[in-house]
């Protein structure tokens, strides 16, 4: 079991910025991704940003074309936490953004994330 729990979001206004944080606890693995994702009211979870380590590669990412240059995913790995670096925010950013875990290998698809935090909301007012 993994459990995760975010927080930072909040109301910002358009080219704003705000960090999110997800702070992981529970079962160790030796390979795994974080990621991101999002949900705007209406409309499906969509992929973000990932994050993958293993003992053997730390760091690869990947982001979603509309986050690229503006968002950016990072690991802290004494505190077991993830951080989701969201600039130069858009109106259509707004939505809840929530974290999640697997082990292995990066995927977009939310449906292969085995654990998910309860969300935080982000609102960018124009």
């Known amino acids: 079991q993994v459990q995760l729990v975010e927080s930072g979001g909040g109301l910002v206004q358009a080219g704003g910025s705000l960090r999110l944080s997800c702070a992981a606890s529970?079962?160790?693995?030796?390979?795994?991704?974080m990621g991101w994702f999002r949900q705007a009211p209406g409309k499906e979870r969509e992929f973000v940003a990932a994050?993958?380590?293993?003992?053997?590669?730390?760091?690869?990412?990947d982001y979603a074309d509309s986050v690229k240059g503006r968002f950016t995913i990072s690991r802290d790995n004494v505190q077991n936490t993830v951080y989701l670096r969201l600039n130069s925010l858009k109106p259509e950013d707004t939505a809840v953004y929530f974290c999640?875990?697997?082990?292995?290998?990066?995927?977009?698809?939310?449906?292969?994330?085995?654990?998910w935090g309860q969300g935080t909301q982000v609102t960018v007012s124009s």
């Open positions: 529970g079962r160790s693995y030796s390979s795994y991704t």
């Open positions: 999640a875990f697997r082990a292995g290998y990066i995927v977009t698809q939310p449906s292969r994330y085995n654990y």
């Open positions: 994050l993958t380590w293993s003992a053997w590669n730390d760091g690869s990412t």
